[in-house]
């Protein structure tokens, strides 16, 4: 665990900086880093796929969502039906690409993109939905960067963390092992194959 601790540090560190610096840069982005860094983080800490298939998964859930705020604002009417659509579309929308794709772009990484894009302009495009071609590459732009700053900071362990749950597994199931019952003597393992009592040893007088 020790081991992890400056990947942590690293994140830390970049997510604050980035708040600083966020007026600076041109982003919005000083509402949003806690969650984009958190969701990078995630995606470069789950050792599951590769880091580019991880990556390309993320992208089509983020993609998926922005799709469905342009359905709100384009077809569907500013209303909870409208809303109920707009979800039912972008789920469905990341799992067809999972099961397309065989899993290669994992559903929870397209999970983790739509909830990166939903968790950061959703408060924005309430405000003003007929905005939403101008208000949403900026929300957009602030979120992905500090998703790259966690995915940046977390990536490289994924390797470590999977080996260290390989090994935290192999040390519960040894643990977890009954122990191996005493050798009876090959008389003793005879009587008890054949139903008879195990003769007792005796000494001479």
Same mark, same amino acid.
């Given at each position: 665990?020790?081991?992890?601790?400056p990947?942590?540090?690293?994140?830390a560190?970049?997510?604050?900086?980035?708040?600083?610096?966020?007026?600076t840069l041109? #982003?919005?982005?000083q509402s949003v880093?806690?969650?984009g860094a958190?969701?990078?983080?995630a995606l470069g800490l789950?050792?599951?796929? /590769?880091?580019v298939?991880r990556l390309?998964?993320?992208?089509?859930?983020? &993609?998926a969502?922005?799709?469905g705020?342009l359905l709100?604002a384009a077809?569907?009417?500013?209303?909870?039906?409208?809303?109920a659509? &707009?979800?039912?579309?972008?789920l469905?929308g990341?799992?067809a690409v999972?099961?397309?794709t065989r899993?290669r772009?994992? %559903?929870?990484?397209?999970?983790?993109?739509?909830?990166?894009?939903?968790?950061?302009?959703?408060?924005?495009?309430? %405000?003003?939905p007929t905005?939403?071609? /101008?208000?949403?590459p900026?929300?957009a732009?602030?979120?992905?960067v500090a998703?790259?700053?966690?995915?940046?900071? /977390?990536a490289?362990?994924a390797?470590?963390i999977?080996?260290?749950?390989s #090994?935290?597994?192999?040390r519960?199931?040894v643990a977890?092992?009954?122990s191996p019952?005493p050798?009876?003597?090959?008389h003793?393992e005879?009587?008890l194959?054949?139903g008879?009592?195990?003769?007792?040893s /005796?000494?001479e007088?």
């Amino acid at each position: 665990m020790r081991r992890h601790v400056p990947a942590g540090v690293f994140l830390a560190v970049l997510a604050s900086l980035l708040i600083l610096l966020s007026d600076t840069l041109g #982003l919005e982005a000083q509402s949003v880093t806690l969650l984009g860094a958190g969701l990078g983080g995630a995606l470069g800490l789950v050792p599951d796929r /590769t880091p580019v298939q991880r990556l390309g998964g993320f992208a089509v859930g983020f &993609a998926a969502a922005w799709l469905g705020y342009l359905l709100r604002a384009a077809v569907l009417p500013d209303a909870a039906s409208g809303r109920a659509v &707009a979800v039912l579309v972008v789920l469905l929308g990341c799992l067809a690409v999972a099961m397309a794709t065989r899993g290669r772009l994992p %559903l929870w990484a397209t999970l983790l993109g739509a909830s990166a894009m939903a968790g950061s302009y959703e408060s924005v495009y309430v %405000l003003d939905p007929t905005s939403f071609l /101008t208000t949403s590459p900026s929300s957009a732009t602030a979120v992905l960067v500090a998703a790259g700053a966690g995915f940046l900071a /977390t990536a490289l362990l994924a390797p470590q963390i999977e080996r260290d749950r390989s #090994l935290e597994k192999a040390r519960h199931t040894v643990a977890a092992a009954p122990s191996p019952s005493p050798a009876l003597p090959i008389h003793e393992e005879a009587a008890l194959l054949f139903g008879a009592r195990p003769l007792e040893s /005796t000494t001479e007088a």
